[in-house]
């Protein structure tokens, strides 16, 4: 079955901190790989995405993304958390037209 | 990137009423559109996948009667929620492949709450 896992419900980083808010995929075949952000009371915004390429992917707001295949990992990471960034984070893996969402990570930044 | 909008953004109905929610592709054409409902701190559940000029996909589990989903033109999808009950509450969320059919983009969500 494919599945997506995000295995931290919460993180916590201080301002100015790396962050990492991590996803493991169980996806047969070659999925292409999301994340978004959703802010209170919103929809979810795209930040980035991998579909082939550089394993390292840039997105927006400074966050960027590794693409691990031999350990079937897209972390989510940014060198400098800042407080607007907490928020819920969902990573999500797209298969032909099937989209499997992880379970989400909210993450707090601590000013 | 496409942009995705969502009316209303709130909704207050009572028990019993129906409720229509409007999904638009404001600057492409959307032959897909895809309807996800959300509890609190919980992650998206798709309930259905809209097909311009057909009839739309449920997921199992997700009452057809019950959510109603028309997909008249190429950017508006609508859903229904017929004879809303308070355990329909939550948070309403459409999405839509943008041009190149790579990225879902997302609208802003309906809260619904059903008193």
């Known amino acids: 079955a494919q599945s997506v896992a995000q295995p931290e419900d919460q993180v916590n980083v201080a301002e100015g901190n790396p962050l990492t808010v991590k996803c493991t995929y169980s996806v047969s075949g070659n999925p292409y790989l999301f994340w978004y952000v959703q802010y209170p009371n919103r929809g979810l915004q795209f930040l980035l995405k991998?579909?082939?390429?550089?394993?390292l992917v840039k997105g927006s707001y400074g966050f960027e993304a590794e693409f691990n295949k031999s350990q079937t990992s897209f972390h989510l990471k940014k060198p400098s958390a800042l407080v607007s960034d907490s928020a819920l984070y969902f990573c999500a893996v797209t298969l032909g037209n099937q989209f499997y969402f992880g379970t989400g990570t909210s993450l707090t930044v601590i000013p | 990137g496409a942009v995705v909008s969502q009316h209303p953004s709130w909704v207050i109905c009572k028990s019993g009423t129906s409720v229509k929610i409007e999904c638009r592709s404001l600057d492409f054409q959307a032959t897909t559109m895809f309807w996800y409902r959300q509890f609190p701190k919980q992650s998206l559940m798709l309930m259905a996948t809209s097909n311009e000029g057909s009839k739309a996909t449920y997921e199992q589990g997700v009452e057809k009667d019950k959510f109603l989903i028309n997909h008249a033109s190429l950017t508006l999808s609508t859903l229904t929620v017929t004879s809303a009950h308070p355990e329909d509450s939550s948070f309403y969320i459409c999405s839509a492949y943008g041009q190149g059919g790579e990225t879902q983009y997302f609208g802003p969500g309906t809260r619904l709450l059903v008193l």
């Open positions: 991998y579909i082939t390429g550089d394993n």
